[in-house]
C-alpha cells in the first residue's frame, strides 16, 4: 500500500535526497502525497549515442537526469507527469537488449535496462503507478504522444524526400510530429502541437500537410494545459529556439566529473521500495 508509504520519513527522507542531488539545477520535488517508488541507471537511447541516465519514478512523476557523481549529483533534471506515460516493450535489437519506449505527451524515447528481469520490474512498476495515479486522481489518460526521435545514426539520408545526404552543411533536423530525420528543404514549416510546446514546432513537410488539412490530431481533447504545481512548467521548453537544431539537451556531454571513475553502470540494479509492489512476470 502506498499509502502507509505517504507520510513515512524514510520516503521524506528519499524524496528529499533526490531533490538535493539535483541542486539548484532541479524542481521541488518534496509534494505532499508523493512517494519515491524506486530508482536506477537505465541507457536512455539519445539522439547521437545510448547513455546512461538516472532515473526515479514517484507515483506521480517519473524523473531522469544526467549523472554528475554517481549517487550524489544529477543535472539536466526532466520530469514527465505519469498520466502522460504509456509504454512499449521493444524487441532486442543489435546491441540493443531489454528496451521498451517511454511514451509521453511532451517527450517519448526507449531505455535499456541491464537484465531482461529488470526490464520487467521497472515496466511493472512503472504501469502499475500509471494504473493507480489514473484510479486514484480521476485523471485522463493522454492520448496525444510526442514522437520517439529516429536517432540520427538511423538517417543517413532524409527520410521525407529520400534524397538528401546529410553532412555538416545538410543538417538534419527532427519532425516533432512523426520524430523522423528531415532534410532543412523537407522541414520549412512549424506547426502548434500544444502538448510539446506553446510555440509552433519544426514539422516535415508530410506532417505538416496532414496537420493543416486536419487529418492528424495535432490537439488532444483530453490534454489540459492548464498549470499544474506538480510539473516541470519548463518541459517543453528545451527545444525550442528558434534556429533549431534539434539538439536533445540529453546529449550535452556530462560534465568532466564523470570522467573521475565515477562512470555510472548499468549493473547496478535498481532499487525499488517496499510498500508498492506490483506483480512482476518471471522472466524464467
Ligand atoms: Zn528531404
Ligand atoms: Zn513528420
Known sequence: MVDRLVNSEANARRVANVEACFGSSGQPLMVPGRVLVGEGVLTKLCRKKPKPRQFFLCNDILIYGNIVINKKKYNKQHIIPL???????????????NGWQIISATKSFAVYAATATEKSEWMAHINKCISDL??????????DHSPVWVPDSDAPVCMVCCKTKFSTLNRRHHCRKCGKVACNACSTKKFLLPQQSSKPLRVCDKCYDLL????????????????DPLVDQDSSGEDDDDDDDDDDDDDSDDSPANSNNTTPSTEVEPTFYPGNQPQVQASD
Do not use: C, I, Q, Y
Request: aromatic content about 2%.
Open 83 to 97: 498520466e502522460t506515460v504509456r509504454l512499449k516493450s521493444l524487441e532486442d535489437n543489435g546491441n540493443l537488449h
Open 212 to 227: 493543416s488539412s486536419g487529418n492528424a490530431s495535432a490537439n488532444d481533447d483530453n490534454f489540459n494545459p492548464g498549470p
Open 134 to 143: 489514473l484510479a486514484r486522481s480521476g485523471k485522463k489518460v493522454v492520448t
